[in-house]
């Protein structure tokens, strides 16, 4: 089954460093982007970036260039979305996802994603 | 960056009838690189239609997709109980891709 799982929801305080993760499963990982999309609490989607495991090629929004970090460990299909320093702002569910075409971002496989929560 | 404005906010409607949802760019999208998602609550986003007119895999029929330049539709032709949820259009042409604000569909 192709499928991307992401890890579990996580409960941090301000200032705290996170990673959290995104295995995809059933398909050539390392021959599509994946993706992060960021949803705040009661909001809309936001895209946030992309990485190419194939070779680590890294995009991001300017809105969120230097606030995270993506990477990924194409030997375990696995994609990763980091940060080193925690605000409560971060609060909001984050899904990965996979473009439907590996030329053309949209996205038609998405993880379930990972709730972070953020508060002292 | 390109925004999206989705309208309206709200669509309050009946199972059986037709919704008409609206996007609008803020400069043209290039080669119809527009796409359509569905979120229920609780839920990850499900593609419904890419490249302006493209149904994904699964979705059905009801479920079409128009428009060009800097306006766009999604049509839903007869509501089921099961189409009521928050939808997003999302551009694809131009970096960032970017996502409008929603269309949230309720039962009337």
């Known amino acids: 089954e192709v499928q991307l799982v992401q890890s579990g929801a996580e409960v941090k305080k301000p200032g705290e460093s996170l990673k959290i993760s995104c295995k995809g499963s059933g398909y050539s990982f390392t021959s599509y982007w994946v993706a992060w999309v960021r949803q705040m609490p009661g909001k809309g989607l936001e895209w946030m970036g992309i990485?190419?495991?194939?070779?680590?090629?890294?995009r991001y929004s300017p809105s969120f260039q230097g606030q995270v970090t993506i990477s990924a460990d194409k030997s375990i299909s696995t994609a990763y979305l980091q940060w080193s320093s925690l605000k409560a702002s971060d609060t909001a569910m984050y899904y990965c996802?996979?473009?439907?075409?590996?030329?053309?971002?949209?996205?038609?496989?998405w993880g379930r994603g990972t709730l972070v929560t953020v508060s002292s | 960056e390109i925004v999206l404005t989705q309208f309206p906010g709200t669509l309050s409607l009946s199972p059986g009838e037709r919704a008409t949802l609206s996007c609008r760019a803020s400069?043209?999208?290039?080669?119809?690189?527009l796409a359509w998602y569905q979120q229920k609550s609780g839920q990850a986003p499900r593609l419904l239609i890419y490249?302006?007119?493209s149904r994904a895999t699964g979705i059905p029929d009801r479920f079409s997709g128009s428009g060009s330049g800097t306006d766009f539709t999604l049509t839903i032709s007869r509501l089921e109980p099961e189409d009521f949820a928050v939808y997003y259009c999302?551009?694809?042409?131009?970096?960032?891709?970017?996502f409008g604000q929603g269309t949230r569909l309720e039962i009337k």
């Open positions: 490249g302006v007119s």
């Open positions: 999302q551009q694809y042409g131009s970096s960032p891709p970017t």
């Open positions: 990485i190419y495991p194939g070779d680590s090629d890294t």
């Open positions: 400069q043209s999208i290039s080669t119809s690189y």
């Open positions: 996802a996979r473009p439907g075409d590996p030329d053309y971002w949209f996205f038609d496989l």
